[in-house]
C-alpha cells in the first residue's frame, strides 16, 4: 500500500490485493471445489461457487473496502469491482469485528449496490400518476414550497427525518442544515430504538453508550440478555458470545417474553411478561441485597444512593415478582445468583428493553444492577447495548436529535454559541434563522423540536396545542420508513393532510405510497451507502472509514451533494459550508467535514480522529486483534481499532481511543477513565465525586469536578498551556475549549477532562428519580393498575402526551392477548431496501404473527392459517398466524420490517412502476397503539394488546 494524492485532495490509497480472499485462503488450506468440506468451514452466511483455484477475468479487478450496511456490528468486506461495476464481494478475514463472520444481509450487500428494485430519477406525483423531473426541477420546486411554507407558517413547519444510513459526516451536516434553515424539527431512527437508552444510561454515568464493545465479551463469565436477541438481530456478534461460552464456560442469561433463538444457547430462560423489566431487575437486587452478593467497596467509591434503591427493592420481594413478572421465583434467584457467581458479567440489551413508556426507567435499572455488582469500568462487564442500523451510533453521536446539538451539547444558548464558533459564523446570524417568539412559554430555539416518533401528531394537533407558531405542513423523509412508527392509521392520515411530503432515499418507502394522495409528493434518488465515502460507528463507539465501491448509480445523488444544492437554492450555501472546500465537481470535500466534526466535539472525544486516522485504520485491518482491538504493531501500533470516543485531543495527540469507558485500571492516554462528573459536585450536600477511587496515573487521587480554565489556574497547570493555547481557553472549559488546550494539560497530570464522579442511582430531574414499575398503558393485568399506574397527561416539550387517561379504560376483555414484536435475521428496519433483496426476499415472504397452541386453539386457528390481529386502538392487520410455543400462552409477538399493505389492501398500485419490493405485507406498527416515554418519547411497542381472529 502507499498513499497518493491527488490536487486539492486528500490523500487516497491505491487498492492492490485483498489481505485474504476466500480464493487464497481455500488453496493454502488445501480445500478441493464445492462440497461439504468448504461449506462447513465457510459457513453458509458467504457462500458462493467453491473453487480452488482463482477465475480469469477479463477485466482487472479492484478491491475496495467497506463497511456492511445491516446492523451496528459493523463487519469489513471486500467488494470486487471491475469496470466500475460491483461484481463480487469477500468477508473481511482479516477483519477486527467479524473475522470472515456475515450473516444472511451482509452475504447480499452487493445486491444493493445494482438493485433493480431503486428509484431511477427524480419522480413528482401529478394527479396520481408518478411524473418524470430533471434534479434541477426538483430542487427549484421543492425550495420554492419550503420558502413560501416559511413566509407563512415560520421555519418550524418543516420537518427534517433523517437517516442512521448517512454517514457520520452526512448525519453532521443534515443536523446542520436543520439549524441554518432555523428548526430543532429534525430526528431520526434512535428516536425509536435507543433514545431512552442514551438518557438512561448518560444520566447515570455519563454517557449514553455501550461501554464495552463486542469483542470484550470474549472475556465475560456472565452475558444477561434482556430484551436482546443477538441471534437473530446481530448474528456476527454471537461469535465473541459463544468464544466466552466456550473458553470461560460463560453462563447465559436471557430474559425475554419468547424463547428466541438466542434462548436456545442459554443456560437460563425467563420468560417475563412484557412491560415488567423494573420488577425482575429489583426482584433480582432483592436477592443480592439479601445476600449480601453486592460490590460493597466499589458501591462506597463509586456510586451514588444505593440506598434509594435498597429502599424501592425491598417493594418487590420474590412472591411479588413472581406475580408481576410471570417468571417463577426459582427463576428470578438463579439469575441473580449466575451473575453474582460469575463476575465480571456483562448486560446486554436492545430494543426490547427500551420501547416502553417507562423505558428511561428500563435502561437505568439494568445500568444499577451493574453498579451493584462492580461490573463497571473493567473487562468482560459493563452494558453492552446493541444497536440496529449501521451508524445509528454515529447519527445520535452527531446530534441528529430533536433535543441536542452534535456531541450531545444540548440546545442552551451556550451550546449554540460553541457550535456557531465552530462554524465561524457570527451566533446572532443563527439565532436570526430561528422564530424569535415564544409559545407555550418556549422560545424554539432552545426548545426540543418534534421527535420522528411523533412528527404526525405535529400535523395533526391544532396549532395552540404545539409550542410553535403552526402545525407542521411539510416533511422530508430522508432514508427512513415510516412504516417503522406506531399508529399507522394517525401517520396515513398526517401524510394526507401536509401540503408536501418530499422522500430522499433509495426507494420510494412507505412515506411515498401509503398516502391517498393525487399531488406534492416527491420522490429524489439519494445514493446507496456503497456509492459514497465516509465514516460510520458501530455500537462500540469504534469509527470506520468506507470507502466508495461505485460511482453512483442511474441519477441517484448522494446525501451530501442534495443538501448542498437544496442550501444553494434555500440562499445559505455560504454559511451552511463556510469551512468546507468543494471539488472540481462544486460537490463538498468530505474530509473537510470530517475536520470540522473534530473542530467541535469535544464533549464525547470525537477530535482525535482525523480522516487520515480513520483511513489507515481501514487499511490495516489485520494488524489489529480480533480480542483486544489493539494493533500490536504497524503503522496503528497502539491504537485501539476504530479510535472509540472518546479520543482524547488533537489528531496529532495520538490518543489511542477507549474501547472500556470508565476503567480506572488504565491511565487515560492508554484510553483509562472513570464516572463522569456531569452533575456537579454535591445534591443536597451529599458528595456526588468519587472518593478514594481515580484513574491511573491521576495526579489528584480523588474525585475532582470538570476542568475549566479556572480550575487550571487554581491548580497552577495554567501556564503548560501554549501562549495559542491560553487565548482560546481563557473562560472556557473542556468542551468550549477548540484549541484542545484544557483537555491536552488534565491528561498530561494524568487527570480526565471531565472530571471524576460517582454514578447516580437517582435522576432529580427526571419524572421519578428512582427507576418505578408503572403497568403498561394497554395491560392484560388490570388488577396491578392501581398499584402501579402510569404518569398523569403532561405536556412533553411541544406536544400534549397522554397517559393516565388512556390506562384508566378497560380494554383488556375486548383485547385479551398481550402484543409485542421484533426482529428478524433477514430483514433491517422498515424493510424496503431489505425486502427489495432477491436473495432475502426469498427467505422470507410472509408476515405473521407467532401464538401460542393454547391461544390458538381457542380460537380454531391452525398453523399457517390466516387470521385478522386487531390491535387495543383498533388498527388491522391481515397476517399468517404461526403457531408456537415460542411465546407463552397470553403473549404473541410479530416482526416489524413488513409494509406494502395496510388494513387487507395491496399498496402495491401505489409505487412507481418497477420499484414495488419482492416482499411486501402488512406493518406490525398498524396495530400497534398510544404509548411515550416522557424523557425521550420514545414509542410502546413492546407491550401492547390485541385479539385475533381467523380470516
Not at 400 to 417: A, E, H, N, Q
Request: glycine share 10%; with cysteine.
Amino acid at each position: 500500500m502507499q498513499l497518493t494524492r491527488k490536487s486539492n485532495a486528500a490523500p487516497t490509497v491505491e487498492k492492490k490485493t485483498l489481505g485474504i480472499s476466500r480464493r487464497q485462503f481455500m488453496k493454502q488450506a488445501g480445500i478441493t471445489s464445492g462440497g461439504i468440506a468448504a461449506a462447513s468451514l465457510l459457513g453458509t452466511g458467504m457462500m458462493r461457487k467453491a473453487e480452488a483455484k482463482d477465475i480469469p477475468h477479463d477485466a482487472p479487478t479492484e478491491i475496495k473496502r467497506t463497511v456492511c450496511s445491516a446492523c451496528a456490528v459493523g463487519c469489513g468486506l471486500y467488494a470486487e469491482v471491475q469496470n466500475g461495476v460491483w461484481t463480487g464481494q469477500e468477508p473481511a478475514f482479516d477483519h477486527p469485528f467479524n473475522a470472515g463472520g456475515h450473516c444472511a444481509k451482509g452475504a447480499a450487500l452487493r445486491e444493493h449496490g445494482h438493485g433493480e428494485k431503486r428509484l431511477k430519477y427524480p419522480m413528482k406525483l401529478v394527479d396520481g400518476k408518478w411524473k418524470k423531473l430533471s434534479w434541477e426541477q426538483a430542487f427549484n420546486e421543492v425550495g420554492d414550497q419550503m420558502l413560501d411554507i416559511r413566509k407563512e407558517s415560520g421555519p418550524d413547519s418543516l420537518y427534517f427525518m433523517g437517516s442512521a444510513k448517512f454517514s457520520n459526516e452526512g448525519c453532521y451536516m443534515y443536523r446542520k442544515f436543520a439549524a441554518m434553515w432555523g428548526t430543532n424539527n429534525v430526528d431520526h431512527s434512535a428516536r425509536i430504538c435507543h433514545s431512552t437508552t442514551v438518557a438512561g444510561v448518560a444520566n447515570t454515568w455519563g454517557y449514553g453508550a455501550q461501554t464495552n464493545s463486542f469483542n470484550d465479551i470474549q472475556n465475560a463469565n456472565a452475558i444477561f440478555f434482556i430484551g436482546s436477541n443477538p441471534a437473530e438481530a446481530h448474528p456476527v456478534a454471537m461469535q465473541h458470545i459463544m468464544i466466552a461460552k466456550e473458553k470461560n464456560n460463560a453462563k447465559i442469561i436471557v430474559v425475554d417474553p419468547r424463547f428466541s433463538r438466542t434462548a436456545a444457547h442459554a443456560d437460563l430462560h425467563c420468560g417475563l411478561r412484557p412491560g415488567t423489566d423494573i420488577p425482575f431487575i429489583y426482584g433480582m437486587l432483592w436477592h443480592i441485597f439479601e445476600n449480601g452478593w453486592e460490590d460493597k467497596t466499589f458501591i462506597e467509591q463509586r456510586v451514588f444512593e444505593m440506598e434509594s434503591i435498597r429502599e424501592e427493592v425491598k417493594k418487590f420481594p420474590p412472591k411479588e415478582v413472581a406475580n408481576i413478572t410471570g417468571c417463577s421465583e426459582e427463576e428470578v434467584y438463579q439469575a441473580a445468583k449466575m451473575m453474582a457467581d460469575n463476575r465480571p458479567g456483562t448486560v446486554v440489551w436492545c430494543m426490547g428493553g427500551t420501547q416502553h413508556h417507562v423505558g428511561n426507567a428500563n435502561t437505568r435499572a439494568y445500568c444499577i444492577l451493574q453498579l451493584a455488582l462492580g461490573n463497571m469500568g473493567v473487562k468482560g462487564g459493563g452494558t453492552n447495548i446493541f444497536r440496529g442500523h449501521d451508524n445509528v451510533q454515529g447519527a445520535t453521536d452527531l446530534g441528529l436529535l430533536f433535543d441536542t446539538l452534535p456531541g450531545y451539547y444540548g440546545l442552551k444558548t451556550g451550546s449554540w454559541k460553541h457550535w456557531s464558533h465552530v462554524w465561524d459564523l457570527e451566533f446572532d446570524w443563527v439565532k436570526s434563522r430561528f422564530d424569535q417568539n415564544e409559545y407555550l412559554g418556549r422560545v424554539p430555539m432552545n426548545t426540543p423540536g418534534i421527535p420522528c416518533s411523533r412528527w404526525h401528531d405535529g400535523v395533526l394537533e391544532t396549532p395552540e396545542k404545539l409550542a410553535q407558531k403552526d402545525r407542521v405542513r411539510m416533511a422530508f423523509f430522508w432514508g427512513q420508513s415510516v412504516n417503522t412508527e406506531t399508529r399507522q392509521r394517525d401517520v396515513r392520515e398526517a401524510l394526507d393532510k401536509m401540503d408536501t411530503v418530499v422522500v430522499v432515499d433509495p426507494f420510494p418507502t412507505m412515506a411515498g405510497v401509503m398516502h391517498r394522495r393525487q399531488n406534492g409528493v416527491y420522490l429524489l434518488p439519494a445514493a446507496t451507502q456503497f456509492e459514497t465515502e465516509g465514516s460510520v460507528s458501530n455500537s462500540g463507539r469504534s469509527q470506520q472509514w468506507r470507502e466508495k465501491v461505485i460511482e453512483p448509480l442511474f441519477e441517484s445523488k448522494t446525501d451530501l451533494e442534495i443538501m448542498y444544492r437544496l442550501s444553494q437554492k434555500l440562499g445559505f450555501a455560504d454559511e451552511f459550508t463556510k469551512r468546507i472546500a468543494k471539488d472540481a465537481n462544486d460537490v463538498m470535500v468530505i474530509e473537510d467535514i470530517t475536520r470540522e466534526i473534530n473542530r467541535g466535539m469535544w464533549t464525547i472525544g470525537m477530535t482525535g480522529q482525523s480522516p487520515e486516522r480513520l483511513k489507515m485504520h481501514t487499511q490495516n485491518w489485520g494488524t489489529f486483534s480480533n480480542k483486544t482491538l489493539e494493533a500490536a504493531g504497524g503503522p496503528a501500533k497502539g491504537d485501539t481499532y476504530g479510535l472509540p470516543w472518546p479520543c482524547w485531543g488533537t489528531p496529532e495527540q495520538k490518543h489511542p481511543g477507549t474501547q472500556i469507558l470508565y476503567n480506572t485500571h488504565k491511565h487515560v492516554l492508554e484510553g483509562g477513565g472513570n464516572f463522569r462528573a456531569r452533575y456537579g459536585v454535591e445534591y443536597k450536600g451529599e458528595n456526588l465525586l468519587a472518593e478514594g477511587s481515580f484513574s491511573k496515573g491521576a495526579e489528584i487521587q480523588d474525585g475532582y469536578p470538570e476542568f475549566t480554565a479556572d480550575m487550571l489556574k487554581q491548580l497552577g497547570w495554567w501556564d503548560d498551556l501554549t501562549a495559542e493555547e491560553k487565548a482560546e481557553a481563557e473562560g472556557r472549559n473542556w468542551k468550549t475549549d477548540i484549541s484542545g488546550g484544557i483537555q491536552r494539560v488534565a491528561m498530561k497530570h494524568g487527570c480526565i477532562p471531565f472530571g471524576n464522579a460517582k454514578a447516580r442511582c437517582i435522576v432529580w430531574t427526571f419524572p421519578d428519580q428512582v427507576p418505578v414499575h408503572r403497568e403498561p398503558l394497554y395491560t392484560p393485568r388490570r388488577d396491578l393498575v392501581s398499584k402501579y399506574p402510569t404518569y398523569d397527561d403532561m405536556q412533553v416539550h411541544r406536544l400534549p402526551t397522554l397517559y393516565k387517561s388512556i390506562q384508566e379504560k378497560d380494554t383488556a376483555a375486548k383485547y385479551p392477548l398481550g402484543l409485542t414484536s421484533g426482529r428478524l435475521v433477514e430483514y433491517e428496519g422498515g424493510g424496503e431496501e431489505s425486502r427489495s433483496n432477491p436473495w432475502l426476499a426469498e427467505l422470507q415472504q410472509e408476515m405473521f404473527v407467532e401464538m401460542n397452541p393454547a391461544d390458538a386453539a381457542d380460537r380454531a386457528i391452525r398453523d399457517g392459517d390466516t387470521v385478522w390481529l386487531e390491535g387495543a386502538e383498533g388498527g388491522r392487520i391481515k397476517i399468517k398466524a404461526m403457531v408456537t410455543p415460542r411465546v407463552k400462552p397470553g403473549v404473541t409477538w410479530m416482526p416489524y420490517h413488513f409494509a406494502g399493505e395496510m388494513h387487507g389492501e395491496s399498496l402495491a398500485p401505489n409505487y412507481p412502476e418497477g420499484t414495488v419490493p419482492y416482499v411486501i405485507g402488512e406493518s406490525a406498527n398498524t396495530a400497534l397503539t398510544y404509548g411515550y416515554d416522557p424523557v425521550t418519547q420514545m414509542q410502546e411497542t413492546k407491550a401492547s394488546l390485541c385479539q385475533i381472529v381467523k380470516a
